[in-house]
T-cell receptor, first 114, second 112 residues
Framework: SQQGEEDPQALSIQEGENATMNCSYK?????LQWYRQNSGRGLVHLILIRSNEREKHSGRLRVTLDTSKKSSSLLITASRAADTASYFCATDLYSGGGADGLTFGKGTHLIIQP | NAGVTQTPKFQVLKTGQSMTLQCAQD?????MYWYRQDPGMGLRLIYY???????DKGEVPNGYNVSRLNKREFSLRLESAAPSQTSVYFC???????????FGPGTRLTVL
């Protein structure tokens, strides 16, 4: 089944710097979602971007989607220690035919150094 | 709103034992899901319920059963636990299948 693949697998930056992580996928999607998971916790939904959208913002988060390259990026600006977490992209193939369609990647582990 | 709640938080079972993981949401969401998360892997869907009264298999349903008790509650049952079912289990809900998921805090299950 299709799966989003995040890159890099791990990223360590200094507090205050920007963090960029990427997601690539294989076939056409209806939407793509980004989630954050702090250690030992459940996932938190960050942003959903539809296939007809190119960019979305939410606070310090910016998500882009390039359907021609089948890729998305998540940018976190002015990073903080609290941003330390794993970030997952999930691609949605839901067709209304009864399939769940949401497939998660393995995640990017982001560490913000104080 | 409490969102999505799961019980228990931790559980240790012996091979062959059975148990039920409970999940409830107070968001009036239509769809509910059970995922498992294993080290180095993304979340994998076990079962989902698109709406009250329906359930469907996901990617890894073998060894599990589910019940959508009502709109709020969706339980996952392990009839005969195996060590391969050692994992962290997450319940989630969403208003629509195509929407973002709201996750519970997870149940950490160890099968000896």
């Amino acid at each position: 089944s299709q799966q989003g693949e995040e890159d890099p697998q791990a990223l360590s930056i200094q507090e205050g710097e920007n963090a960029t992580m990427n997601c690539s996928y294989k076939t056409s999607i209806n939407n793509l979602q980004w989630y954050r998971q702090n250690s030992g916790r459940g996932l938190v939904h960050l942003i959903l971007i539809r296939s007809n959208e190119r960019e979305k913002h939410s606070g310090r988060l910016r998500v882009t989607l390039d359907t021609s390259k089948k890729s998305s990026s998540l940018l976190i600006t002015a990073s903080r220690a609290a941003d330390t977490a794993s970030y997952f992209c999930a691609t949605d193939l839901y067709s209304g035919g009864g399939a769940d369609g949401l497939t998660f990647g393995k995640g990017t582990h982001l560490i913000i150094q104080p | 709103n409490a969102g999505v709640t799961q019980t228990p938080k931790f559980q240790v079972l012996k091979t062959g034992q059975s148990m039920t993981l409970q999940c409830a949401q107070d968001m009036n969401h239509n769809s509910m899901y059970w995922y498992r998360q294993d080290p180095g892997m993304g979340l994998r869907l076990i079962y989902y319920s698109a709406s009250e009264g329906t359930t469907d298999k996901g990617e890894v349903p073998n060894g599990y059963n589910v019940s959508r008790l009502n709109k709020r509650e969706f339980s996952l049952r392990l009839e005969s636990a195996a060590p391969s079912q050692t994992s962290v289990y997450f319940c989630a809900s969403s208003e629509l299948l195509a929407g973002g998921r709201l996750f519970g805090p997870g149940t950490r299950l160890t099968v000896l």
